[in-house]
């Protein structure tokens, strides 16, 4: 066993040393509201009251934003309300809210620029059961006009995404062009797939999976049963029978966050032997507690034991065994330091380290946000297939 | 030159024959928002009040809704309130709201239903001056496991939509899947690009389109250029060259809304011997006044003339004798009664009729709006390729 090699980068002050021209921006929210009393921004979480002129235009003036990607909805009298001035919005589980971008440095990354695009697929693959189950695939550039087989990246989504996520509020498409455009990432084909195994597809889809507006969310039993980790053959099936893959351990790569964490730590430990690359983004490792209602009192390092448990979970430590003989090239955990699951992953490290196996350690301020996952993704990319 | 072949069928009329065991249903939309004053439900344009109980929850209960696809969003004194317990949004020009849908009849054709999927795919495609351009691509189910040429409809979206309004406001995906799912329609390739030479893609892409959040979008000289219909050979040329399709006149089919109703038509009649069907949904025909400000005082059937008009536009009525030289397959018009656009449509037909062009002609109830133009699809679609 080698030795635990184990690096700590803040991102953030990594980013702001190297790019001393990274501007930072003054930006103006405002709203037309000439009805109400109190109108707040919501920026990345964050609330700001705006003050009304006499017409009953409320605005804010923001100054020194640095470059970045700003999600950002109104609160009216207690009512969110979109920027009726700017289209672009995502979605996070049930909730819709405008984003805007503040570019230069990483930020940049997260803009469509005027570079060679890769292809998004949305593809339907046939799972167990006679299911049709629901993915989005990203074929770079070029992928069309060759014919080379390509490393491939199973990018996975926490507890309330689904297979639009990482496109969404991930911009990884964005990402992935731009790095691959300057050479800064190995061109590659990610497979984006659905980790609830309650549902065939996002809770978009299925009309009759969702009855009047109403989402059904299913409880942690079903999300963490290992059946979606189980099940991962179909997938990887699909993706190397239908697209020129390089079908080998060096070809393949692993990452998710939050829940999608939890999944690629527990799918690359039990196919022990497929993946040379893995990225655990702010990683559950319990099942202890419910990731949804985080109550972090019962947070700590817990792998299911019995005879009850699912295959996947039985052996974790012996599978780990198997995954780290030889070692995979990378194996990738990120985290911020105010992040909730924080405590386990210390334990998981802890771990790690009492086998000396060998990973790569980020550790970023902030907590569990797609802000981090956004800049973790750009972190991971160019690290892969090399 | 035989006669005109003209049918009058309201769509709407039809369904309701047709569908005894249609079901209205009830459907309650309520509101928490113990600080507003008013709340109305604004629910395909037609604007509901609301009444609040003691603790401020808002509702209406509306009895007797035909099945159908609802959009709506709540009016909270004054600001448009997203409803926060349903995430199916979609998206026209900048503004963002709600949609619901009561099932049966046509409205289950605009559902997912459990039936093998078609695959989206979002591609780039090289036009003229070395730009890449964005555009959708529906492939049917079973075209990645056979060998099979396929028919290609080119659908084209409307003024200031982009190459995603189909699929998001026109539920495009999901009717073909149905259509083609109960052999009510021939499967085929589906093509969805951009018509607004102004951008390259839908204006939520290129961040430096699109400056801090404001819409840039053109005036009626560059969007009705000619620029759009001439270039039409580049999507042909890549969508031949890149996929699977019957290269002949009786494997091509162009349809559009409004602005790609006047596309349609003049791309048809310009690659005169291109397209065996043509559909003309609530179609432009005047280039004399803007469909955005739609001033139909000027409204009447204008086709550009001068030496410095576009050849596209120069010889429309010597093209149109080409194209019906022998006639296409199906030439297909459908407008609502009230549209604004109703008089030249009344004109067109008129020249159409003088010269005995044979035409297929739907007038609905309704006006301008994606309620007909989903069920014109519904309506257009079984009579392709036959």
Request: glycine fraction near 8%; aromatic fraction near 12%.
């Given at each position: 066993m080698s030795t635990a090699r184990i690096f700590f980068i803040s991102l953030f002050i990594a980013a702001s040393v190297s790019a001393i021209a990274q501007q930072y921006q003054s930006?103006?929210?405002?709203?037309?509201?000439?009805?109400?009393?109190?109108?707040?921004?919501?920026?990345?979480?964050?609330?700001?009251?705006?003050?009304?002129?006499?017409?009953?235009?409320?605005?804010?003036?923001?100054?020194?934003?640095?470059?970045?990607?700003?999600?950002?909805?109104?609160?009216?009298?207690?009512?969110?309300?979109?920027?009726?001035?700017?289209?672009?919005?995502?979605?996070?589980?049930?909730?819709?809210?405008?984003?805007?971008?503040?570019?230069?440095?990483?930020?940049?990354?997260?803009?469509?620029?005027?570079?060679?695009?890769?292809?998004?697929?949305?593809?339907?693959?046939?799972?167990?059961?006679?299911?049709?189950?629901?993915?989005t695939i990203y074929l770079p550039s070029g992928y069309d006009t060759?014919?080379?087989?390509?490393?491939?990246?199973?990018?996975?989504?926490?507890?309330?995404?689904?297979?639009?996520?990482?496109?969404?509020?991930?911009?990884?498409?964005?990402?992935?062009?731009?790095?691959?455009?300057?050479?800064?990432?190995?061109?590659?084909?990610?497979?984006?797939?659905?980790?609830?195994?309650?549902?065939?597809?996002?809770?978009?889809?299925?009309?009759?999976?969702?009855?009047?507006?109403?989402?059904?969310?299913?409880?942690?039993?079903?999300?963490?049963?290992?059946?979606?980790?189980?099940?991962?053959?179909?997938?990887?099936?699909?993706?190397?029978?239908?697209?020129?893959?390089?079908?080998?351990k060096r070809g393949r790569a692993i990452a998710g966050l939050s829940m999608g964490g939890y999944h690629a730590m527990h799918i690359s430990h039990y196919y022990s032997q497929l993946f040379d690359y893995v990225g655990l983004f702010s990683p559950a490792f319990s099942t202890a507690y419910d990731p949804v209602t985080t109550n972090t009192s019962k947070a700590k390092l817990m792998f299911p034991t019995g005879n009850d448990m699912p295959s996947v979970y039985r052996n974790v430590e012996q599978d780990l065994q198997k995954q780290f003989n030889p070692a995979p090239k990378l194996y990738y955990i990120s985290i911020g330091n105010s992040d909730f699951l924080y405590p386990e992953n210390v334990q998981y490290r802890a771990l790690l380290d009492k086998h000396h196996y060998t990973y790569t350690y980020i550790e970023t301020q902030g907590g569990h946000t797609w802000d981090n996952w956004r800049h973790y993704l750009i972190d991971f990319l160019p690290r892969l297939f090399r």
């Open positions: 930006l103006e929210f405002s709203l037309n509201a000439p009805q109400a009393e109190h109108v707040a921004l919501v920026l990345d979480g964050k609330q700001y009251e705006l003050q009304s002129n006499k017409d009953g235009v409320f605005s804010i003036l923001l100054d020194s934003l640095k470059p970045n990607l700003y999600t950002y909805y109104f609160n009216v009298d207690g009512q969110a309300v979109l920027d009726p001035a700017n289209p672009r919005t995502m979605r996070d589980m049930g909730n819709t809210f405008n984003y805007t971008i503040i570019g230069n440095a990483d930020a940049d990354l997260m803009c469509d620029q005027h570079v060679n695009h890769g292809k998004i697929e949305y593809v339907w693959y046939p799972a167990g059961n006679n299911k049709m189950r629901k993915m060759n014919n080379h087989k390509y490393p491939v990246l199973y990018l996975l989504h926490g507890s309330g995404g689904d297979e639009l996520a990482w496109l969404e509020l991930g911009r990884a498409a964005q990402i992935l062009d731009n790095l691959i455009a300057q050479s800064k990432a190995q061109p590659m084909i990610v497979v984006f797939p659905n980790g609830n195994m309650y549902q065939d597809a996002s809770p978009l889809t299925y009309y009759d999976d969702y009855p009047n507006g109403k989402i059904k969310w299913s409880n942690r039993n079903v999300r963490l049963s290992g059946q979606f980790e189980a099940s991962f053959g179909d997938i990887i099936k699909y993706v190397e029978s239908n697209y020129r893959t390089i079908r080998h």
